[in-house]
């Protein structure tokens, strides 16, 4: 076979699974953020450019929200997404999402502390590592760093 049959098989095959990642994501989510908050609206955003229809509810009380979403205490962010069996805490990046979706980990969900400037939703450029945790009975672990 040659180099040119080759490279095209495999790039068709890595676009192929690619695409399957993407089909994993659901139609849905709910995004629960404060009122005043601008950065949630666009991370908001950011999913809906997947092609996910998200429902923002406003709330003066997110702390009732993570902690029943089972955020551990010291890992929240500014909002808390829920999508499909799990919960998304903070500015997570897409590829992360894909992750937990394509290995459908026993986890509640995953999240990336604080609001980190150059994340999805958060204005400027990426200044560090992203530390993103899996967590469970408000339990973190950790799930990639991107």
């Known amino acids: 076979m040659n180099i040119r049959v080759a490279l095209l098989l495999t790039s068709g095959m890595l676009l192929g699974g690619a695409a399957n990642v993407q089909a994993a994501m659901p139609d849905g989510a709910t995004l ?22 998200v429902e923002i509810v406003e709330s003066q009380d997110l702390n009732s ?3 029943e979403a089972g955020v551990p205490y010291g890992y929240g962010s500014c909002h808390t997404v829920m999508l ?8 997570v990046p897409l590829v ?30 990426k200044q560090t590592s992203f530390e993103i945790i899996s967590f469970v009975e408000q339990k973190a672990s950790s799930f990639m760093t991107l």
Do not use: T, W
């Open 84 to 91: 499909s069996d799990y919960v998304i805490e903070g500015h």
């Open 65 to 67: 929200i993570k902690l």
């Open 96 to 125: 992360a999402i894909d992750k937990l979706l394509a290995e459908r980990p026993d986890v509640e969900g995953i999240g990336l502390a604080g609001m980190p400037q150059g994340s999805p939703g958060m204005p400027g450029f």
């Open 32 to 53: 629960h953020k404060n009122p005043s908050c601008g950065c949630c609206d666009e991370y908001a955003k950011h999913l809906e450019a997947r092609g996910v229809e």
